[in-house]
């Protein structure tokens, strides 16, 4: 296993692999478990200031090319999700990124100073909003002015690394990755769902998620997370978590060639299980030995945009 050995922002991880945030939900159990099985990094569920209980069910449903969720950020809020990291972390090295969610920036450096005082190794700011507006009726997730705001003043008083979380769902994705590496942003994770898209119930003739739209994530968003993460990539100086649609070894792969430095790994774990971290990392050295690389640091990147 020391082939798929890196580094992330000065932390040893032992696999490139990282759980994104809410996939697994929050307990400490939940967590251990992926660690357990293969991952390299954890990421908890996006704590907001007061716990959520987030949107009536269904919440989630799949089609063919993945999944549809509208989770409503439901999560036990930032003193009890810290409580339950605190208790992760008693038990694992395993690096830790808390992700942390408000509406404004007052929120996001409220968040900052609980985590602060926590056993997280990096702090990870959920951006990706569509429903809050900046003062020009710009969402969060699209305005470089509020994006620069939020991340300037957590990277500010923020004991630990951060990292800012982006939405795909904008026109010019290089604009804001650009506007949070300037604000002091140590790293990139990106992307969170696309959309939002809609599916239908027939014999009901109504939506199938309650709250009728959701995000998309799972297979069919891989070639847009590959074409964002390389267009970053050719941009910014700061490392990327590749995250969207990986689901095997190959598409881990694909991932580090668009220019990630860690991979997410999200909703394959609806599909292959939770030993699915273990399984892409031995697909990857499987890769890696049939190609003759020795680590997965040595693995090429694709050239830079101009
Ligand atoms: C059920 C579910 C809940 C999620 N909750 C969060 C969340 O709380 N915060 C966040 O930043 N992203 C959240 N995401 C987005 C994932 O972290 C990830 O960015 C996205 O699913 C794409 O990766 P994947 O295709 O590997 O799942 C969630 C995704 C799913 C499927």
Same mark, same amino acid.
């Given at each position: 296993?020391? @082939?798929?050995?890196?580094?992330?922002?000065?932390?040893?991880?032992?696999?490139?692999?990282?759980?994104?945030?809410?996939?697994?939900?929050?307990?400490?159990?939940?967590?251990?478990?992926?660690?357990?099985?293969?991952?390299?990094?954890?990421?908890?569920?996006?704590?907001?200031?007061?716990?959520?209980?987030?949107?009536?069910?269904?919440?989630?449903?799949?089609? %063919?090319?993945?999944?549809?969720?509208?989770?409503?950020?439901?999560?036990?809020?930032?003193?009890?999700?810290?409580? %339950?990291?605190? =208790?992760? #972390?008693?038990?694992?090295?395993?690096?830790?990124?808390?992700?942390?969610?408000?509406?404004?920036?007052?929120?996001?450096? =409220?968040?900052?100073?609980?985590?602060?005082?926590?056993? &997280?190794?990096?702090?990870?700011?959920?951006?990706?909003?569509?429903?809050?507006?900046?003062?020009?009726?710009?969402?969060?997730?699209?305005?470089?002015?509020?994006?620069?705001?939020?991340?300037?003043?957590? #990277?500010?008083?923020?004991?630990?690394?951060?990292?800012?979380?982006?939405?795909?769902?904008?026109?010019?994705?290089?604009?804001?990755?650009?506007?949070?590496?300037?604000?002091?942003?140590?790293?990139?994770?990106?992307?969170?769902?696309?959309?939002?898209?809609?599916?239908?119930? #027939?014999?009901?003739?109504?939506?199938?998620?309650?709250?009728?739209?959701?995000?998309?994530?799972?297979?069919?968003?891989?070639?847009?997370?590959?074409?964002?993460?390389? %267009?970053?990539?050719?941009?910014?100086?700061?490392?990327?978590?590749?995250?969207?649609?990986?689901?095997?070894?190959?598409?881990?792969?694909?991932?580090?060639?668009?220019?990630?430095?860690?991979?997410?790994? &999200?909703?394959?774990?609806?599909?292959?299980?939770? =030993?699915?971290?273990? @399984?892409?990392?031995?697909?990857?050295? #499987?890769?890696?030995?049939?190609?003759?690389?020795?680590?997965?640091?040595?693995?090429? @990147?694709?050239?830079?945009?101009?």
């Amino acid at each position: 296993m020391n @082939k798929i050995k890196t580094e992330f922002l000065g932390a040893k991880v032992s696999s490139p692999l990282v759980l994104p945030a809410g996939v697994m939900g929050m307990s400490f159990s939940g967590l251990n478990y992926c660690v357990e099985n293969g991952i390299g990094v954890v990421t908890s569920k996006s704590l907001t200031l007061v716990e959520r209980s987030g949107h009536n069910g269904p919440v989630i449903a799949e089609f %063919e090319g993945g999944f549809i969720n509208a989770m409503g950020l439901c999560n036990p809020g930032i003193v009890e999700g810290l409580a %339950e990291i605190n =208790e992760f #972390k008693q038990h694992s090295d395993t690096p830790v990124i808390v992700s942390v969610f408000a509406t404004n920036t007052e929120d996001f450096i =409220e968040l900052t100073n609980y985590v602060n005082k926590s056993q &997280g190794d990096f702090i990870e700011l959920n951006l990706s909003c569509p429903n809050v507006f900046d003062e020009f009726g710009i969402p969060l997730a699209a305005s470089k002015d509020k994006v620069a705001e939020i991340v300037r003043a957590v #990277k500010e008083i923020s004991t630990i690394p951060v990292i800012a979380k982006l939405s795909p769902n904008v026109y010019n994705i290089s604009e804001i990755a650009l506007v949070a590496e300037a604000a002091g942003a140590d790293a990139l994770c990106m992307i969170n769902t696309v959309g939002p898209g809609m599916l239908i119930d #027939k014999k009901m003739v109504k939506p199938i998620l309650s709250n009728r739209t959701g995000g998309l994530s799972g297979p069919c968003i891989k070639p847009i997370a590959l074409r964002l993460i390389h %267009e970053v990539y050719s941009k910014v100086n700061i490392p990327i978590i590749g995250t969207g649609g990986v689901t095997n070894g190959d598409d881990a792969i694909e991932m580090i060639m668009a220019g990630s430095t860690l991979i997410g790994v &999200g909703t394959a774990v609806y599909y292959r299980g939770i =030993e699915v971290f273990d @399984k892409i990392n031995q697909e990857m050295i #499987k890769f890696m030995d049939e190609e003759n690389y020795a680590s997965i640091n040595d693995l090429p @990147k694709l050239e830079k945009l101009k």
